[in-house]
């Protein structure tokens, strides 16, 4: 068993992580990858527009990983 890389390989050929893609297929669109750094972005977008959450905030660890609605 392997941890989640995010689908660096495709992320790094200008795809989308295969559990993002195959959610956005079957029409639920509940997760959304992009550059939190890019304010154009749609993720970056979507963070300023809701409230969002991080687990494990306390550890300081910046993930990147957001939560809506938890």
């Known amino acids: 068993?392997?941890?989640c890389n995010m689908c660096v390989h495709?992320?790094?050929?200008?795809?989308q992580p295969a559990c993002v893609e195959a959610c956005g297929a079957a029409g639920g669109g509940a997760m959304l990858f992009g550059d939190?750094?890019?304010p154009d972005s749609e993720i970056s977008r979507r963070?300023?527009?809701?409230?969002?959450?991080?687990?494990?905030a306390d550890?300081?660890?910046d993930p990147?990983?957001?939560?809506r609605n938890l």
């Open 47 to 56: 963070v300023a527009s809701y409230a969002t959450q991080q687990i494990r």
């Open 59 to 61: 550890l300081g660890l």
């Open 36 to 38: 939190l750094q890019d």
């Open 64 to 67: 990147g990983v957001r939560y």
């Open 1 to 3: 068993v392997e941890a």
């Open 10 to 15: 495709r992320v790094d050929s200008g795809g």
